[in-house]
């Protein structure tokens, strides 16, 4: 399979910053990339699709302003969490789309206090 | 309706056990099937993908039936460490790598 990583694998924040995710596809080359978010005991949640060199897209109800994605090449996609606060508090995938299937990274942990 | 229906579950199954699992899928466009396993607190990872013609891998089996719009995986002789959500994944034609996912299926293999 291909290989996925994601960094930082957690963070804990003060309301109000930023927080940068990084996704990397360490053995292929990914055009799509996708964001998710899962909280506890709750399925995970599709957020964006991003597409290397364009912009993304996001589902409905996820405010493109707050979350901010770059996909700046076909191994790096960057999830920006901007104006932090604590409901985002949550557990943050990245996947790379690879054959058919998406392979995932291992997750953010962010916890806004 | 939701697009990919699954049990909740949980499944408590005793180790050594036989456990089934089914998932049914809304979209006839769906084109391509799969086996997630996610542990807690973990991210999914690929288990198997679901061919009409079924296919196995080691003590596991999944079967897709189109007609149905039906997806199976079987477990045999459980182990503690399969216990995890299982998530049923189906891939629409022309979503590119998009998928979607069922809300899992929670094993608990017990001594």
């Known amino acids: 399979g291909a290989v996925v990583s994601q960094h930082p694998s957690r963070v804990i924040c003060k309301s109000g910053t930023s927080v940068k995710i990084e996704c990397r596809s360490l053995d292929f080359q990914a055009t799509t990339m996708f964001w998710y978010r899962q909280f506890p005991k709750q399925s995970l949640m599709l957020m964006a699709t991003?597409?290397?060199?364009?912009?993304?897209?996001?589902e409905q109800g996820v405010e493109k302003d707050k979350f901010l994605i770059n996909h700046a090449s076909l191994t790096l996609s960057t999830l920006t969490v901007t104006s932090a606060h604590p409901e985002d508090s949550s557990f943050y995938i990245c996947?790379?789309?690879?054959?058919?299937?998406?392979?995932f990274g291992p997750g953010t942990r962010l916890l806004v206090l | 309706r939701k697009e990919v229906e699954q049990d909740p579950g949980p499944f408590n199954v005793p180790e050594g056990a036989t456990v089934a699992f089914n998932c049914t899928y809304s979209?006839?466009?769906?084109?391509?099937f799969f086996w997630y396993r996610q542990d807690c607190r973990k991210e999914p990872k690929l288990l198997m993908s679901v061919y009409s013609s079924g296919n196995e891998d080691g003590r596991f089996t999944a079967q897709l039936n189109r007609a149905s719009q039906y997806i199976s995986l079987l477990i045999r002789d459980s182990k503690l460490s399969d216990s995890a959500t299982y998530l049923c994944?189906?891939?629409?034609?022309?979503?590119?790598?998009?998928?979607?996912f069922g809300t899992g299926t929670q094993l608990k293999v017990e001594l």
């Open positions: 979209n006839s466009a769906s084109q391509s």
């Open positions: 991003s597409n290397e060199g364009s912009k993304a897209t996001y």
């Open positions: 994944v189906v891939n629409v034609k022309g979503g590119g790598n998009k998928l979607t």
């Open positions: 996947s790379c789309g690879y054959q058919e299937t998406q392979y």
